[in-house]
């Protein structure tokens, strides 16, 4: 027995002794007990503070009244242990970050109440705090430095056929077939320079809160065939197939801004498909809302992408964006105009070379579509 004792006497004196731990035990309610140096140092409490005081006075008045306190003791007690990381509260009000385990103590399986053990990971969750940070700072620098590269490549190459054919035409030596082609590629070159232009100022005005719609009812269905035509020889250029179905629906909205989320889908879809590709372009509407899908059987999404393919400047192949155009902001445009006409958009692809599915849901005008908008599936696709 005495044998007994002096063992049951180095472990209290070990357990109250121990700094680096919180090391306490609880009644089977849940009420303080014992207290050792190591939770004197952690919590700020000395033991006649806190000896007979409730685990929740440690918890935060949102977790106590979200119940976290009763559902670590219920846990305990159903299955014997229960841990957690999260924040604690000391005496002075100052917070830390905390792993606790809390054992239930059981005789011949009664419980006799339970001991908890807390350590102080405030330095650690701080550091990885801190390395977090600076993870998405790192990123943030290279998706800058990713734009910045392809704003220049965006600027610098219609600048540079314009400064050459202003050259040639300058000579005064080209023919009247040459000068043409100079002229056009001019207009060409201009455009793709103004399409970069309203890309930026559009983000702009998002941003700041300026960009403002003149709403009014729209015909959607006749507005995006008429896109569809505007755009039919660009896709026969690239020898890409358009097929589309378009049902009639009547929306609230501004019609300029909503010809442009069709001609971003169109255009995105057209970049990424590649020639005797296909894309889709289906409308349809249910009672309460107009849903526009364009599918393409382009490269695809990466499954790790596809989270930020509407994020501002995001590129999943800024290597490709280079060679094929673009500053990574017309699906974000596109989201943003959508959502301020109070509908949604989604991105759905199988994955890397399996294409990729864009819909949009907008609701209908109070007055619904006549059948009078209704067309025919409209086949296009480039002769020959």
Known sequence: ???????????????????????????????????????????????????????????????????????????????????????????????????????????????????????????????????????????????????????????????NVIMGQLTRLRTGKLTPDQAERAWDALERNTKAQLRVVEDLLDTSRILSGRLHLAMQEVMLGTLVRAV????????????????????????????ARLRQIVNNLLSNALKHTPEDGRVDVEMAATDTEAILKVHDTGGGIPSDFLPRVFDRFAQADPFVTRVQGGLGLGLAITKDLVAMHGGTIEARSPGIGKGATFTIKLPLAPATATDSEWSTPNLVEPEG
């Open 228 to 255: 569809l035509e505007e755009m039919r020889p660009m896709f026969e250029a690239k020898g890409v197939h358009l097929f589309s179905q378009v049902a009639p629906a009547a929306i609230i909205g501004d019609p």
């Open 1 to 159: 027995m005495r044998e007994l004792r002096e063992s049951e006497e180095r472990f209290r004196l070990l357990v109250e002794h121990v700094q680096e731990y919180a090391i306490f035990m609880l009644d089977q309610d849940g009420y303080v007990i014992s207290w050792n140096s190591g939770a004197e140092r952690i919590k700020g409490y000395r033991a006649a503070e806190i000896v007979g005081s409730h685990v929740s006075r440690f918890y935060s008045a949102e977790d106590c009244e979200n119940g976290k306190p009763a559902r670590a003791l219920a846990t305990a007690r159903e299955t014997g242990r229960w841990e957690d990381e999260g924040w604690r509260v000391r005496k002075d009000g100052t917070t830390f970050w905390a792993n606790v385990v809390l054992t239930a103590l059981r005789d011949r399986g009664e419980l006799r109440g339970f001991a908890k053990i807390t350590r102080d990971l405030t330095e650690r969750r701080l550091r990885e705090q801190a390395q977090r940070a600076a993870a998405v700072h790192e990123a943030a620098n290279r998706v800058k430095d990713e734009f910045l590269a392809t704003l220049s490549h965006e600027l610098r190459t219609p600048l």
